[in-house]
């Protein structure tokens, strides 16, 4: 676990996890778990749900925290003290995103089996990318979000989720190794196809010319760099917030100098009042020709229904195709 914590933990927050982490710890309670043989696995948000379940098979029950709220805003319940307190394996995504609710649950849990792994501390420092020194995320003093050093956003790469599985598969061998030729083998069928995602991805977008975008929060530079793109600017610096009148100058002046037609908005802000902003002002001075909007989901949340194995290759389809239908 990396030592340099930059996920601030809202107190508020700790005092109330503590409480029902100690509730439980203190009563046995109904089980969350089946009855299952195998390693219990939970996994903090969608994307890694996805590459443990593709890893784990049959061989391990896979649970994942969060679904219709994502790292940036999540708030632990009971249920999650509940899910912590038995389970073997609690897969994170690290690099200070979803770091300080998780090392809470564990030093709370009195669960002594358990193992916290963060992911993305395993992808090689030369791979990673350096955050914005802006970003950061702001829901009031008492909900602080900041990343400083490396950008956190490593699972919309294909490149980067294929040393995440590898990582899930390592940890599964190692606590279940009666069944380690089997993660092998799923690890391996679900590697090749991230890795034909990343070429279909890279075959689809091949043509295209206007490979520039300003993107509604700084999220994708990950996904910009495994397919070509280059991300110019960001509509809202903290998710959420609506930049303010000088900022959006800058950001419509930015996009006429650079040429900038495509716009980049997310799902899961339903107010797209700054986006529409510069669209509509690219739009009354002609600055750039034809500028749009295109939904590219950052793949943060999910509906809990819609969280199947094969949710992540869906979605980035989605969001590549979404990108082919708008670029030139």
């Not at 977008?205 to 996904?223: P, R, W």
């Not at 992540?312 to 389809?317: A, G």
Request: charged share 25%; glycine share 6%.
């Amino acid at each position: 676990m990396a030592t340099n914590q930059r996920y601030r933990w809202p107190v508020a927050s700790a005092a109330l996890l503590a409480a029902l982490l100690a509730f439980f710890v203190g009563c046995k309670g109904e089980s969350v778990w089946p009855d299952h043989p195998g390693p219990k696995v939970v996994v903090s948000f969608a994307p890694l749900y996805c590459f443990a379940t593709n890893v784990a098979g049959e061989d391990a029950v896979v649970k994942s925290m969060m679904t219709t709220t994502g790292p940036h805003d999540f708030n632990p319940t009971d249920m999650d003290a509940r899910l912590i307190r038995h389970a073997d394996l609690f897969f994170i995504n690290g690099l200070s995103l979803d770091n300080g609710f998780a090392e809470t649950l564990q030093r709370g849990s009195g669960n002594r089996k358990l193992k916290l792994i963060a992911l993305g501390d395993r992808i090689p420092a030369d791979k990673l990318l350096e955050a914005d020194e802006d970003h950061d995320h702001d829901h009031g003093e008492a909900d602080h979000h900041h990343h400083e050093g490396h950008d956190p956003h490593v699972w919309l790469s294909p490149e980067m989720a294929i040393v995440m599985v590898e990582g899930i598969r390592d940890e599964l061998r190692s606590a279940d190794p009666a069944h380690y030729k089997n993660y092998d083998r799923r690890a391996v069928e679900y590697i090749d196809k991230l890795r034909k995602l990343q070429t279909d991805g890279e075959k689809l977008l091949a043509g295209k010319k206007d490979k520039k975008l300003v993107t509604f929060h700084e999220s994708l530079s990950y996904f910009a760099r495994s397919f070509g793109l280059t991300i110019e600017g960001v509509v809202q610096k903290k998710p959420g917030v609506e930049p303010n009148t000088t900022e959006l100058s800058k950001l419509i002046g930015l996009c006429q100098e650079k040429q900038v037609r495509l716009i980049a908005i997310e799902p899961q802000y339903s107010a797209h009042t700054s986006a529409d902003a510069v669209l509509k002002e690219l739009q009354r001075k002609n600055a750039v020709p034809d500028p749009a909007v295109v939904q590219i989901d950052p793949l943060e949340t999910a509906e809990a229904g819609a969280l199947t194995a094969d949710w992540y290759e869906r979605k980035m389809r989605a969001n590549l195709a979404a990108l082919a239908e708008a670029m030139k």
